[in-house]
């Protein structure tokens, strides 16, 4: 059973650092993208980065470019989000995904760990 | 940057056919993902490449991708179809996914 698991989220002050961390089970982690997903409390999808199997694709939403940083440990089948200098319109449940079912998609998705950007 | 518009709200009574619109420029030319998300959880991917159906996805799930929209279609409608739907590309113009902002099917 594919599982994906988000953790790290939580309070913090405008200006400050988060990592997320999303472990992955169920399926071969190394041989698919992963993604972050973000939803703001009550309003829609918003796509934030996607980081190719290998790493060497590397992507972010314009929001977001020059703050946050992707990365994956194939060993330990885990995906990251250093999320720098937060502002408040960054508060939002944060999903990882796969794309296990057919590239390009979230085929699968965790449960979503909650980040609140408040002072 | 590429949009994806879809209407905030569909409304439909049980057992009649639903359908929830996406448009952008050309989406024809690109392929396209639908997600279902009730109140609370995470998404779930029921159609992707404009018509396929992940396994468990009830065949009332189709979807069809033309010109500048592309269209989910549940068939049969129930209850537990109400859900907000999102449609979704990769723009490879600007190597971004994109989502549309929604759409809330109310189930009368």
């Known amino acids: 059973e594919v599982q994906l698991v988000e953790s790290g989220g939580g309070l913090v002050k405008p200006g400050g650092s988060l990592r997320l961390s999303c472990a992955a089970s169920?399926?071969?982690?190394?041989?698919?993208?992963m993604n972050w997903v973000r939803q703001a409390p009550g309003k829609g999808l918003e796509w934030v980065s996607t980081?190719?199997?290998?790493?060497?694709?590397?992507y972010y939403a314009d929001s977001v470019k020059g703050r946050f940083t992707i990365s994956r440990d194939n060993a330990k089948k885990s995906v990251y989000l250093q999320m720098n200098s937060l502002r408040a319109e960054d508060t939002a449940v944060y999903y990882c995904?796969?794309?296990?079912?057919?590239?390009?998609?979230?085929?699968?998705w965790g449960q979503g760990t909650l980040v609140t950007v408040s002072s | 940057s590429y949009v994806l518009t879809q209407p905030p709200s569909v409304s439909v009574a049980p057992g009649k056919t639903a359908s929830i619109a996406c448009g952008g420029n050309?989406?024809?030319?690109?392929?396209v993902h639908w997600y279902q998300q009730k109140p609370g959880q995470a998404p779930i991917l029921v159609i992707y490449?404009?018509?396929d159906r992940p396994s468990g996805i009830p065949e009332r799930f189709s979807g069809s991708n033309s010109g500048n929209t592309a269209t989910l279609t549940i068939s049969r409608v129930e209850a537990g179809d109400e859900a907000d739907y999102y449609c979704?590309?990769?723009?490879?113009?600007?190597?971004?996914?994109?989502f549309g902002g929604g759409t809330k099917l109310t189930v009368l």
């Open positions: 050309s989406i024809g030319s690109k392929t």
């Open positions: 980081i190719s199997d290998t790493s060497r694709y590397i």
């Open positions: 979704q590309v990769w723009d490879n113009n600007s190597d971004h996914w994109v």
């Open positions: 490449y404009d018509r």
């Open positions: 169920g399926f071969t982690f190394s041989s698919y993208d």
């Open positions: 995904a796969s794309d296990v079912v057919a590239a390009g998609t979230g085929g699968y």
